[in-house]
């Protein structure tokens, strides 16, 4: 029988799966050596529900290990959507337990993660404990940029929250169901950008767990829903999007350049890369790219002040809706080429100590742990 009784659960875990070709049974299994139990009826117990998103249970079931089928609930949930948003807000739907967790069904925690996490969210009276990641092959994934040495009451703008997109750890079931929080379904990528980004500007009490057993991300997959190439106004409307939103104009000027920054930095820049590096930068994609950086920087016109020298040539090429994609790929490859100096120095030299400023902001970045 599943595991779908609702008494004693202590952490809801939701894995959403969207094809059997999926290594659920390695998520499946680095859960059942999470350090909590799964009989029901344990006190502190885990549940985990693995959501089969548009695909029929039987064969997601077929490769679990026998001895691990029973303890899992699998539920099945069908949107024709091909987003991780639905089976993921269907599974918090479910929960009923003091925490709850997302996972892919490509990934794995290390031993004892969801008990250690537990019990260093309750040390610190935390509302979310942000799970440290890495690559599964050992390296690390530094996000957030945490300041030194902080681990609990962190500041989202100080700590640069809103690098960890993906709300991966532990949080409190009572708090998202409070601030209504879900994953949109209506974007091809980026659907956790606007859960996250509430999350970590919601007051609440946000732990990062450095020195924890991490959240271990697989690359050995077939292929990721969140990895399939848009088109830069499919990739990014998740941006535009939030920064017209009511929540947004009501932050503070600061909680809004930090989120356009991060938006700037990562995924403008990180789409001008790629679509530079393949061959596919055009005039068209110049003109929709130079649209979305014009709409994130009316929201939030500090937002560029940080950047380093090396960025604010990229941004202004994005601006001026350069076509080149030779101009383009040099200028993204430049800054990311941190032994030239254009990185190391913001143009506007007041933000020097600026949180997001280069030097702050990779010294931060290589403490991350």
């Not at 969210?121 to 996000?143: F, S």
């Amino acid at each position: 029988m599943d595991n779908d009784t609702q008494d004693s659960v202590l952490v809801d875990v939701v894995v959403a799966v969207h094809t059997p070709d999926r290594p659920i049974e390695r998520t499946v299994a680095s859960l059942m050596s999470s350090g909590l139990p799964t009989e029901p009826g344990a006190a502190g117990r885990l549940r985990v529900t693995v959501v089969c998103h548009n695909t029929e249970v039987a064969p997601i079931r077929e490769r679990v290990a026998p001895e691990h089928r029973d303890r899992v609930r699998f539920v099945q949930y069908s949107d024709g959507i091909k987003s991780p948003a639905g089976p993921f807000n269907h599974g918090i739907s479910l929960a009923s337990g003091t925490w709850v967790s997302i996972m892919g069904s490509d990934d794995s925690l290390e031993p004892d993660a969801l008990a250690r996490w537990v019990a260093a969210a309750d040390r610190d009276g935390a509302d979310v404990l942000i799970a440290p990641m890495a690559h599964a092959g050992g390296r690390a994934i530094r996000t957030p940029v945490v300041r030194r040495n902080r681990n609990a009451a962190l500041d989202p703008v100080a700590d640069r929250l809103t690098y960890r997109t993906a709300p991966l750890g532990i949080m409190r079931l009572a708090l998202v169901r409070s601030l209504g929080l879900d994953f949109p379904t209506r974007y091809a990528t980026g659907e956790d950008q606007s859960f996250s980004a509430k999350l970590w500007f919601s007051g609440a009490g946000i732990s990062y767990g450095r020195g924890l057993p991490r959240y271990l991300v697989h690359d050995d997959a077939v292929a990721r829903v969140t990895a399939t190439p848009r088109s830069v106004t499919d990739d990014l409307a998740f941006a535009t999007d939030l920064v017209d939103t009511n929540w947004f104009a009501g932050l503070g000027p600061a909680q809004r350049a930090s989120i356009v920054t991060k938006l700037i930095r990562v995924h403008v820049f990180g789409h001008v890369m790629l679509r530079a590096d393949s061959g596919t930068w055009n005039a068209e994609e110049a003109d929709a790219m130079a649209g979305v950086a014009r709409r994130l920087l009316f929201a939030a016109p500090e937002a560029a002040r940080p950047l380093s020298i090396a960025d604010r040539a990229l941004l202004d090429a994005v601006a001026r809706r350069e076509g080149d994609a030779a101009v383009m790929k040099s200028l993204a490859t430049l800054r990311r080429t941190f032994t030239n100096p254009r990185t190391w120095l913001p143009r506007d030299l007041s933000q020097l100590l600026h949180p997001e400023a280069p030097l702050r902001f990779m010294s931060a970045s290589a403490l991350v742990s």
